[in-house]
T-cell receptor, first 115, second 112 residues
Framework: DSGVTQTPKHLITATGQRVTLRCSPRSGDLSVYWYQQSLDQGLQFLIQYYNGEERAKGNILERFSAQQFPDLHSELNLSSLELGDSALYFC??????????????FGPGTRLLVL | GQQLNQSPQSMFIQEGEDVSMNCTSSSIFNTWLWYKQEPGEGPVLLIALYKAGELTSNGRLTAQFGITRKDSFLNISASIPSDVGIYFCAGHQPTGANNLFFGTGTRLTVIP
């Protein structure tokens, strides 16, 4: 158990819909990262938040957004869903945010299926 | 984005055999990490390497940070059935950002 929790574990929805994925980082970790894992693209970094502020952006679509709340949990919002958005979405957390590299611990993931 | 090349893509080995897999990049990395992912789970950190040339062990696992900073290998000795899974290399680039770039994965099957 990494200490990172994610809900829900599975999500099935239809094209055009909007969903919210939730992540709680390990106790004491200030950084949260979101990754997408699909069969054809592997694990891809989406976005990072550090202590409530956006810190880095990766291959995140404009239809996707995230935020980190004062209690440090984070939500990833996916809107206008397309079939190709079906994937595993992982959250990871670490102590540091930038400048000092720190180990990332991953949650169990949310499996999203868009029909 | 940057992706690391891992080889082999998959391996089928007999229980008790040693395993070796590696990861290469066209650009340098500040850290190399090795993760294992089992079905339905998130990646679990196995070994972290922070310095070029560093050789680190974790039980039956040994990993090295290549001297050029563009590669890393992972060895598993005396494999057991529970070693089955997908092994990913990952790393941080020297950009100041803390996000990870991941390899394409090596799927390991251990035959009892």
């Amino acid at each position: 158990d990494s200490g990172v929790t994610q809900t829900p574990k599975h999500l099935i929805t239809a094209t055009g819909q909007r969903v919210t994925l939730r992540c709680s980082p390990r106790s004491g970790d200030l950084s949260v990262y979101w990754y997408q894992q699909s069969l054809d693209q592997g694990l891809q970094f989406l976005i990072q938040y550090y202590n409530g502020e956006e810190r880095a952006k990766g291959n995140i679509l404009e239809r996707f957004s995230a935020q980190q709340f004062p209690d440090l949990h984070s939500e990833l919002n996916l809107s206008s869903l397309e079939l190709g958005d079906s994937a595993l979405y992982f959250c990871a957390s670490s102590v540091e945010g930038q400048g000092a590299v720190s180990t990332q611990y991953f949650g169990p993931g949310t499996r999203l299926l868009v029909l | 984005g940057q992706q690391l090349n891992q080889s082999p893509q998959s391996m089928f080995i007999q229980e008790g055999e040693d395993v070796s897999m590696n990861c290469t990049s066209s650009s340098i990395f500040n850290t190399w990490l090795w993760y294992k992912q089992e079905p339905g789970e998130g990646p679990v950190l196995l070994i972290a390497l922070y310095k070029a040339g560093e050789l680190t062990s974790n039980g039956r696992l040994t990993a090295q940070f290549g001297i050029t900073r563009k590669d890393s290998f992972l060895n598993i000795s005396a494999s057991i059935p529970s070693d089955v899974g997908i092994y990913f290399c990952a790393g941080h680039q020297p950009t100041g950002a803390n996000n990870l770039f991941f390899g394409t994965g090596t799927r390991l099957t251990v035959i009892p």
